[in-house]
């Protein structure tokens, strides 16, 4: 029965991203390829094994359990065992109906997010900031938005800060305009949407995310454009600030939990 395969499956993800988990722990950069690599694996491999071909010579054994005697009438039996039949494929054309339905709409939300970005884009402002091409807005950013030609967008206020504080949210985004990174947390969604009830293959989206933004912030001290403490307070601040919500990218501040974490 699908249910029974997608119960699985789910196990087989849970596995996958706790052991991610435990590995974390002991990696300090480069989380992104971790977190890729668990999400990857906990959608492929539960149908690769379910479709791998046994070897020859092995086989499957199944116990039907004792031998009963016929009960009623043959045709009685040959019924019931439609019955049970067609309610398992009831059963499973309902899973496959509502499982299509969510990864259809999960879709449809990336697609908006892309309309979106493309619809806003041309209130933007095309210039230049310490010598970075960026385009100015009025609430959206820091980020990087775009698939096929992502660009910088930063909002007014960042005009106003320290030069100091314009090189790391600059260099920041230049991390993730290198990385290409809103095509990947763009391809990460997807790949999730695909199997929209596997609650822990979204959880491992969700660290994959965070290893985005915590790799970048990784780079950023590591090149030395700001004292780490000046950079936590600057990540606190954007937080703060941040207006305009950005669906499709990947950017200095943040309203979510993992912004803790980053600061930690």
Do not use: K
């Not at 969510?102 to 933007?124: P, Q």
């Amino acid at each position: 029965m699908l249910a029974l395969w997608m119960l699985y499956a789910a196990l087989s993800a849970a596995a996958i991203v706790a052991l991610a988990g435990l590995v974390e722990t002991r990696v300090r950069r480069r989380r992104r390829v971790l977190w890729s690599l668990a999400l990857v694996g906990a959608v492929a491999l539960p149908p690769a094994l379910t479709l791998a071909p046994v070897g020859r010579g092995a086989g499957i054994t199944v116990d039907f359990g004792a031998i009963e005697p016929i009960v009623g009438t043959p045709g009685a039996r040959v019924g019931s065992a439609v019955r049970a039949s067609s309610e398992r494929w009831g059963l499973d054309m309902a899973l496959l109906v509502a499982w299509g339905g969510a990864t259809l709409a999960l879709l449809g939300v990336l697609g908006m997010g892309i309309h979106w970005t493309r619809v806003r884009r041309r209130s933007w402002i095309p210039t230049s900031v310490d010598g970075v091409p960026v385009w100015l807005s009025e609430d959206v950013g820091p980020a990087v938005v775009g698939l096929r030609r992502p660009v910088i967008v930063v909002p007014r206020w960042v005009l106003d800060r320290p030069p100091e504080e314009r090189r790391m949210i600059l260099g920041h985004e230049l991390q993730h305009l290198r990385a290409r990174d809103p095509i990947l947390l763009a391809a990460a969604y997807a790949l999730a949407a695909l199997v929209p009830w596997n609650a822990p293959l979204w959880w491992a989206f969700l660290r994959f995310r965070d290893a985005v933004e915590t790799d970048c912030d990784a780079r950023v001290l590591a090149s030395g454009l700001g004292a780490p403490a000046r950079y936590a307070r600057l990540l606190l601040d954007s937080g703060a600030r941040i207006g305009g919500v950005v669906p499709v990218g990947a950017g200095f501040g943040e309203r979510t939990s993992s912004l803790e974490r980053r600061v930690r």
